[in-house]
Each structure stands twice: as structure tokens, then as C-alpha cells.
């Protein structure tokens, strides 16, 4: 009889426990987070059609994709993303529920073709922006201003037509970013730019994990910012001793020290402007490719982890190393960039 | 502190000097102090010495043409009236030592050359936007001629000689309106070189009404923020410039916000840097239309420090004060009044 009462008692325990480890399990699911980046790239009409390796708008972010699917030291966030190419909608209805856009794209003001996953040029012969579309803008700055962080890379960070027509764009950036191109002003030197961190915003989550770095890219740069503003972080200087552009006041071709990368925090509105990334090999670096990693993270609203973000992405290529501009000056410390072993 | 001790060698006793003699050898000290003082102070070499330390700072105050303002109600846009009174204040400054201030001031300057400008330390500027008209509104640059984008190269070559005189030290500073380069790309592209800001067409604006103006706290050690505290009081002040991000030049100094102007509610902004790249120093300052201001004893400090400081003078301990009597040279315009918060107190 007692052996019985035990066993009756025993089994009570289990079911109780197990029930109780159900009750517990079904909260932790439900409450990892789950978030959504999207990764939107323009048309690639900016680039030699038969040569790779610049301007690779949609392979520089499947490569980016495929290492935030393989991070590795993201813990309690479920990420989820998705890749789209040339989107053209002038709506928000595939935008809803998303936590960040990531564009790679050309200037918006570059062609009459849609070039801009988020921005339509304006049509020929217009003169001003019809009323759905300033109502769809709108809408992105309500969607941003709930949280969904947006991030664009490169030649997309320009609006170069210096027409009143384009300049609800241009305010829209200031509002998305906190800065923008400034026609005339901003530039993009291509050649070997030696990369170093803000010391003041070392602290700032996108810089975790990222040292100084030398390597090979065209940096729209000289965006114009304004004084006093408390929401946007300068992250990155950047300096060339030689590139194809020059600046008034330094020796032909060299850059020197100037502002490259910020990143705004407004509310719960995360904005990026990332003037490089024209040679894809660009992401063979592991400084440079962290800090793109840690700003795809932020401007999704993750935590960045200590060291930055890690991935164990293996294919960091899609296109070959494009050895154009080779023969200019390069900073100390460039490493050729090499791909990694595979294993 | 050196004390003598008198003591007798023989004993180690303690000596007591005879008083008298003690009073007379004290006189006779004193007199030979005196006469060693007088004799410095008078001497050929002291004076020498003294007016070759003594440096020499030559300030220009320019005005353009006065085209935007009433003809006949004052007040606005007082270009030279401005310009004057701050001449005055700084030929009657109260606590600035070491430092000879020569001032000179010139109305509507027009020379495409740098003859007139060598040897300045500092040009202080109050005008129009080079882009006002297609007269030559502003002291330093020409309007850009109708359909051009750019200037030709002898004025380009005139542009390259201004920057040669600002990186040797001659501070530029531009008041009001004359900050913006609406339409007119070199222009834009020196104001960034000259100051590390400029406007931006459209986006930058003058609200006019009553702001609130206070300090950027981190800039407190600025020399320009020396004895300035927040003040209240009315003006057009053209704001939301554009600068470079991540630029180690330059200091915020200033931020500012309206509850009530021509342009709505002003939710707080930077309206004033000030920029200093090796020996170059320059200030845009886009306040400054109404002429009252100068009443302001905050604001005529914080203008007066940005004076001296860009002319590469120390700005005394407290700011700069002076003891000019005519802060006024002109009307007080009472224009826009009416926008004034009833609970705003000016200050």
C-alpha cells in the first residue's frame, strides 16, 4: 500500500511539473522578439554591365543578408529577413510590420527610371511631386517614426538634382537622417581611405568591436548636417592621401579628415546615410564589414552585442575583386583584401 | 615671505635694534624702492620694450547696402547703424589690456582685390545675401552674374587670396542675411571653408519673434561664452545652417527656440557656431535684424566676444564690457510686438 500511495504521489509530481514546464515554455516563446529587415536594391544602372565588383547594389546586400541569417552572437532576437530587388510601389502596404529597410540603390535624381526603392523620381516634365506621393513619403515618416529604422548605402544617399522640384526629397532625408547631399557640395572620392572611429562616440552601440581600417572605396561624403543638432552621432572620419577628387585648400587629390558616417536617434526613428560600399570586395574587411553589420542591427531597433556583431557567413563574395584604381597612393596598414578560405 | 633674523654672533642672543635707527633705515628702503621704480618706469628701454609688446589688432566693420529695410522707418536692418555701434563698443572697451585696438569702418566695399584688406585682423560684416540682388550687396563677394554658375577666374583667384588672408589669421564674421548663399555654388562652397557651415535654399530659415537663447552646455569653456547667460528678446535670425558632420572645427555655442514667430512654434535649434581651423577663425551669426538688440546686455556681450575672439584677441575673464553710452542710433522698431507671449518675460 505505501508503495502504491508513493508511485500515485510520484507520478503527481511529474505530471504537475511537466504541465508547469509547459505552462513556462509557451511565455518564452511568445516573448523572443522577432524582427524583420528588409533589404530593398535599386536598379543597377551605374556600372559597367559585364564587369562585377562595383555598384553590386543587390549582390552587396544578399552578401549582408546571408551574414545577418548567420550571425553569431545575437541571443534572444528572432531575425527575419527578406530580400526584394527593385522595388517600385508607392504605397506602405509591404512595409507594415517592418523593423528596418536596408536600400543599396542609385541617386534618385540620377534617371527617369525608378531607380530608388523608396523614392520615385519625378516624372518628365513635371515640376513638383503629385499629392499621393508626398502623402506616401509621409507615410514612410509615420512608419520610421514608429520604429522602423531606415538605412541606405551609397549613391542613394545623394539627391545631385539641384531643382526646387526635388526638394520635398531632400527634406524628407533631413527628417530620415538628419542630414543630406548637398548639390555642388558633396563629394565622392574614390581611392584608399583610411578609416578611423569618433573617440567621442565610442560608446555608441554601432561602433562595438570596430577598429580602424584601411581599404579601397568611393565615399559619398561632405554630407551637410546641422550645428546643435542632439539627435545624430558622427561615428566615423575618414582621410585619402589620393583619390580622384580634390578639395579646396588641400594638395590635388588628397582628402583630408573629414566626417563619413553619423547615425540619428530620434524617438524610436533610427536613420543611416552610408555613403561607401561601391566595391563589393569592400566587405571582405572585417572592420568595415562589422561596422555595416552593427549598423543594419541598430537601425533595427537589436541590441548590438558587445564586440559587435559576428557572423559565420562563409560566401562573402558574389562577384569577383575588382582591381580598378589600384595604382593610387595607399594609407599604412591596407591589407589586399582575400577570400576567405573555403572550409 | 623673507624674514631677517638679527642675531649677536657672540652669544646667539637675540639683538634689539634701536628703534630710531630701525624707522630711519625703513625711510631710506622705501625711498630707494621709489626712486628704482620711477627710474624703470621712465627709462627709454621700459617704454621701448613696452610698445613693441604692446600688440596691434585692426578690425574692419563693412556694411553693404542697406536694400531690404524701409527707407524711412528705421530700426531693421540697419546694416551700418549695426555696424557702428559695435565700432563704438569696442573703442570703448572697458577691460581688454595689452591689446591695441585700432577700428576702422567702411561703408558698401566693392574692390574685387585684397590690397584694402592686408594687415586686418578681423572683418566684421553685416549685408544682404550675396544672392539679394544682382547689385553688389555683400563687402566681400560679388553677386554671381545672371545665369552663371560660377564666378570668372580673376574672382575666383580674389576668393583664393581671401582664404590665403583668413588661414594667415585675418577672422572673418557675417551678420544676418549676409549668412546665406542661396543660388550661388562658390560661394556656398567658401562659406564652408571660411566658416564650416552655410545655408541650405529653402531649408534654412529667419523666424522672426521672441527666442529664447541659451548656451550649448559642453561650450561652456568657449572663450565667446565668457559672462554670457541666456537671454530673451526679439529677432530675425536666419538658422537651421548646415555644416559638416564629425567636424573638429567647429563649436556649437548657441541654441535657440521661439514659442511664437512669423514661422510657428521654433522647437530648439543650433543657431550659432564658431569655427577654428589652425589660425583661421570664423563666425556666422544670423541674428542681429533688429537694432534694439544691442540693448541686450547678453546678447551685446556674446556679439562682442565673437568680435574680439575672432579678431584673435582674448576674450577678458566675464566678457567683453564696455563703456559705450549711444547703444542706439536709430528708433527702437516695435514691429512684430504683438507676437510676444503674454508670459514671456524679455530678459
Same mark, same amino acid.
Given at each position: 500500500?505505501?508503495?502504491?500511495?508513493?508511485?500515485?504521489?510520484?507520478?503527481?509530481?511529474?505530471?504537475?511539473?511537466?504541465?508547469?514546464?509547459?505552462?513556462?515554455?509557451?511565455?518564452?516563446?511568445?516573448?523572443?522578439?522577432?524582427?524583420?529587415?528588409?533589404?530593398?536594391?535599386?536598379?543597377?544602372?551605374?556600372?559597367?554591365?559585364?564587369?562585377?565588383?562595383?555598384?553590386?547594389?543587390?549582390?552587396?546586400?544578399?552578401?549582408?543578408?546571408?551574414?545577418?541569417?548567420?550571425?553569431?552572437?545575437?541571443?534572444?532576437?528572432?531575425?527575419?529577413?527578406?530580400?526584394?530587388?527593385?522595388?517600385?510601389?508607392?504605397?506602405?502596404?509591404?512595409?507594415?510590420?517592418?523593423?528596418?529597410?536596408?536600400?543599396?540603390?542609385?541617386?534618385?535624381?540620377?534617371?527617369?527610371?525608378?531607380?530608388?526603392?523608396?523614392?520615385?523620381?519625378?516624372?518628365?516634365?513635371?515640376?513638383?511631386?503629385?499629392?499621393?506621393?508626398?502623402?506616401?513619403?509621409?507615410?514612410?515618416?509615420?512608419?520610421?517614426?514608429?520604429?522602423?529604422?531606415?538605412?541606405?548605402?551609397?549613391?542613394?544617399?545623394?539627391?545631385?538634382?539641384?531643382?526646387?522640384?526635388?526638394?520635398?526629397?531632400?527634406?524628407?532625408?533631413?527628417?530620415?537622417?538628419?542630414?543630406?547631399?548637398?548639390?555642388?557640395?558633396?563629394?565622392?572620392?574614390?581611392?584608399?581611405?583610411?578609416?578611423?572611429?569618433?573617440?567621442?562616440?565610442?560608446?555608441?552601440?554601432?561602433?562595438?568591436?570596430?577598429?580602424?581600417?584601411?581599404?579601397?572605396?568611393?565615399?559619398?561624403?561632405?554630407?551637410?548636417?546641422?550645428?546643435?543638432?542632439?539627435?545624430?552621432?558622427?561615428?566615423?572620419?575618414?582621410?585619402?592621401?589620393?583619390?580622384?577628387?580634390?578639395?579646396?585648400?588641400?594638395?590635388?587629390?588628397?582628402?583630408?579628415?573629414?566626417?563619413?558616417?553619423?547615425?540619428?536617434?530620434?524617438?524610436?526613428?533610427?536613420?543611416?546615410?552610408?555613403?561607401?560600399?561601391?566595391?563589393?570586395?569592400?566587405?571582405?574587411?572585417?572592420?568595415?564589414?562589422?561596422?555595416?553589420?552593427?549598423?543594419?542591427?541598430?537601425?533595427?531597433?537589436?541590441?548590438?552585442?558587445?564586440?559587435?556583431?559576428?557572423?559565420?557567413?562563409?560566401?562573402?563574395?558574389?562577384?569577383?575583386?575588382?582591381?580598378?584604381?589600384?595604382?593610387?597612393?595607399?594609407?599604412?596598414?591596407?591589407?589586399?583584401?582575400?577570400?576567405?578560405?573555403?572550409? | 615671505?623673507?624674514?631677517?633674523?638679527?642675531?649677536?654672533? #657672540?652669544?646667539?642672543?637675540?639683538?634689539?635694534?634701536?628703534?630710531?635707527?630701525?624707522?630711519?633705515?625703513?625711510?631710506?628702503?622705501?625711498?630707494?624702492?621709489?626712486?628704482?621704480?620711477?627710474?624703470?618706469?621712465?627709462?627709454?628701454?621700459?617704454?621701448?620694450?613696452?610698445?613693441?609688446?604692446?600688440? #596691434?589688432?585692426?578690425?574692419?566693420?563693412?556694411?553693404?547696402?542697406?536694400?531690404?529695410?524701409?527707407?524711412?522707418?528705421?530700426?531693421?536692418?540697419?546694416?551700418?547703424?549695426?555696424?557702428?555701434?559695435?565700432?563704438?563698443?569696442?573703442?570703448?572697451?572697458?577691460?581688454?589690456?595689452?591689446?591695441?585696438?585700432?577700428?576702422?569702418?567702411?561703408?558698401?566695399?566693392?574692390?574685387?582685390?585684397?590690397?584694402?584688406?592686408?594687415?586686418?585682423?578681423?572683418?566684421?560684416?553685416?549685408?544682404?545675401?550675396?544672392?539679394?540682388?544682382?547689385?553688389?550687396?555683400?563687402?566681400?563677394?560679388?553677386?554671381?552674374?545672371?545665369?552663371?554658375?560660377?564666378?570668372?577666374?580673376?574672382?575666383?583667384?580674389?576668393?583664393?587670396?581671401?582664404?590665403?588672408?583668413?588661414?594667415?589669421?585675418?577672422?572673418?564674421?557675417?551678420?544676418?542675411?549676409?549668412?546665406? #548663399?542661396?543660388?550661388?555654388?562658390?560661394?556656398?562652397?567658401?562659406?564652408?571653408?571660411?566658416?564650416?557651415?552655410?545655408?541650405?535654399?529653402?531649408?534654412?530659415?529667419?523666424?522672426?519673434?521672441?527666442?529664447?537663447?541659451?548656451?550649448?552646455?559642453?561650450?561652456?569653456?568657449?572663450?565667446?561664452?565668457?559672462?554670457?547667460?541666456?537671454?530673451?528678446?526679439?529677432?530675425?535670425?536666419?538658422?537651421?545652417?548646415?555644416?559638416?558632420?564629425?567636424?573638429?572645427?567647429?563649436?556649437?555655442?548657441?541654441?535657440? =527656440?521661439?514659442?511664437?514667430?512669423?514661422?510657428?512654434?521654433?522647437?530648439?535649434?543650433?543657431?550659432?557656431?564658431?569655427?577654428?581651423?589652425?589660425?583661421?577663425?570664423?563666425?556666422?551669426?544670423?541674428?542681429?535684424?533688429?537694432?534694439?538688440?544691442?540693448?541686450? =546686455?547678453?546678447?551685446?556681450?556674446?556679439?562682442?566676444?565673437?568680435?574680439?575672439?575672432?579678431?584673435?584677441?582674448?576674450?577678458?575673464?566675464?566678457?567683453?564690457?564696455?563703456?559705450?553710452?549711444?547703444?542706439?542710433?536709430?528708433?527702437?522698431? #516695435?514691429?512684430?510686438?504683438?507676437?510676444?507671449?503674454?508670459?514671456?518675460?524679455?530678459k
Amino acid at each position: 500500500m505505501k508503495k502504491i500511495k508513493y508511485s500515485i504521489a510520484k507520478a503527481g509530481i511529474i505530471v504537475i511539473l511537466a504541465f508547469a514546464g509547459l505552462l513556462v515554455s509557451q511565455p518564452a516563446v511568445a516573448q523572443t522578439p522577432t524582427k524583420t529587415i528588409y533589404f530593398l536594391s535599386g536598379i543597377r544602372d551605374h556600372a559597367s554591365p559585364t564587369v562585377g565588383g562595383r555598384h553590386e547594389v543587390a549582390k552587396d546586400l544578399l552578401v549582408l543578408q546571408h551574414c545577418l541569417d548567420s550571425v553569431a552572437n545575437i541571443k534572444g532576437v528572432k531575425i527575419i529577413t527578406k530580400y526584394l530587388a527593385e522595388r517600385a510601389t508607392l504605397d506602405i502596404e509591404d512595409l507594415k510590420g517592418v523593423d528596418s529597410v536596408i536600400v543599396e540603390c542609385s541617386n534618385v535624381t540620377s534617371s527617369q527610371k525608378r531607380t530608388h526603392p523608396l523614392v520615385p523620381p519625378l516624372p518628365a516634365g513635371a515640376t513638383a511631386y503629385d499629392k499621393a506621393t508626398l502623402k506616401y513619403l509621409n507615410q514612410i515618416d509615420s512608419l520610421q517614426a514608429a520604429g522602423m529604422g531606415i538605412m541606405i548605402i551609397h549613391w542613394g544617399i545623394a539627391i545631385e538634382n539641384p531643382s526646387p522640384a526635388y526638394y520635398p526629397i531632400r527634406d524628407h532625408y533631413i527628417k530620415w537622417f538628419g542630414q543630406v547631399g548637398y548639390p555642388g557640395y558633396t563629394q565622392n572620392p574614390l581611392g584608399f581611405w583610411k578609416v578611423t572611429p569618433i573617440k567621442a562616440a565610442e560608446k555608441h552601440p554601432i561602433l562595438r568591436g570596430v577598429n580602424p581600417w584601411v581599404y579601397k572605396d568611393e565615399i559619398f561624403s561632405r554630407l551637410v548636417i546641422f550645428p546643435g543638432d542632439p539627435y545624430r552621432t558622427d561615428l566615423l572620419m575618414g582621410e585619402s592621401p589620393e583619390t580622384n577628387q580634390s578639395e579646396i585648400g588641400s594638395p590635388k587629390g588628397v582628402i583630408s579628415p573629414r566626417g563619413i558616417a553619423s547615425a540619428y536617434e530620434k524617438g524610436k526613428q533610427r536613420g543611416i546615410l552610408w555613403g561607401g560600399s561601391d566595391f563589393h570586395s569592400a566587405l571582405l574587411n572585417e572592420n568595415y564589414r562589422r561596422f555595416v553589420l552593427n549598423e543594419i542591427v541598430w537601425v533595427a531597433g537589436i541590441d548590438v552585442p558587445k564586440g559587435g556583431v559576428k557572423t559565420n557567413a562563409k560566401q562573402l563574395q558574389l562577384a569577383m575583386i575588382n582591381k580598378t584604381y589600384e595604382n593610387t597612393k595607399k594609407p599604412e596598414g591596407y591589407i589586399e583584401p582575400k577570400l576567405p578560405a573555403n572550409k | 615671505m623673507f624674514h631677517l633674523k638679527l642675531t649677536n654672533m #657672540t652669544n646667539n642672543t637675540p639683538m634689539l635694534p634701536d628703534p630710531g635707527s630701525h624707522l630711519q633705515r625703513k625711510a631710506c628702503n622705501m625711498l630707494l624702492v621709489l626712486l628704482a621704480v620711477v627710474f624703470t618706469c621712465f627709462s627709454a628701454g621700459t617704454n621701448r620694450a613696452f610698445a613693441q609688446e604692446q600688440k #596691434t589688432k585692426v578690425i574692419y566693420f563693412l556694411s553693404g547696402i542697406r536694400d531690404h529695410a524701409s527707407p524711412t522707418v528705421g530700426g531693421r536692418h540697419d546694416v551700418a547703424r549695426d555696424m557702428l555701434v559695435l565700432q563704438r563698443c569696442l573703442d570703448s572697451v572697458a577691460n581688454i589690456k595689452g591689446v591695441k585696438i585700432v577700428t576702422k569702418y567702411l561703408a558698401e566695399r566693392s574692390a574685387l582685390n585684397i590690397e584694402d584688406l592686408k594687415d586686418v585682423d578681423a572683418v566684421i560684416i553685416e549685408c544682404s545675401s550675396v544672392s539679394g540682388s544682382q547689385k553688389r550687396t555683400h563687402p566681400l563677394l560679388p553677386p554671381l552674374p545672371a545665369d552663371a554658375k560660377t564666378y570668372d577666374k580673376a574672382t575666383m583667384a580674389y576668393l583664393d587670396q581671401i582664404d590665403s588672408l583668413q588661414a594667415a589669421g585675418m577672422g572673418i564674421m557675417i551678420l544676418h542675411w549676409g549668412i546665406a #548663399t542661396e543660388k550661388n555654388p562658390p560661394a556656398t562652397a567658401r562659406y564652408m571653408k571660411w566658416f564650416g557651415q552655410t545655408s541650405l535654399e529653402v531649408y534654412t530659415q529667419n523666424p522672426l519673434g521672441f527666442w529664447k537663447v541659451s548656451p550649448v552646455k559642453g561650450s561652456e569653456n568657449h572663450p565667446i561664452l565668457r559672462g554670457v547667460n541666456p537671454w530673451v528678446y526679439k529677432d530675425e535670425i536666419f538658422s537651421r545652417m548646415v555644416g559638416n558632420p564629425g567636424d573638429p572645427y567647429r563649436t556649437d555655442l548657441l541654441m535657440g =527656440e521661439s514659442p511664437a514667430s512669423n514661422m510657428g512654434v521654433i522647437a530648439p535649434r543650433g543657431i550659432a557656431s564658431a569655427y577654428e581651423k589652425g589660425k583661421a577663425r570664423g563666425i556666422l551669426w544670423g541674428g542681429m535684424d533688429f537694432h534694439s538688440a544691442l540693448l541686450n =546686455e547678453n546678447y551685446l556681450r556674446f556679439i562682442m566676444n565673437e568680435i574680439v575672439w575672432v579678431a584673435g584677441i582674448e576674450v577678458p575673464k566675464g566678457g567683453v564690457k564696455t563703456n559705450a553710452k549711444g547703444l542706439q542710433m536709430t528708433g527702437i522698431n #516695435t514691429s512684430f510686438d504683438n507676437l510676444k507671449p503674454a508670459d514671456l518675460v524679455l530678459k
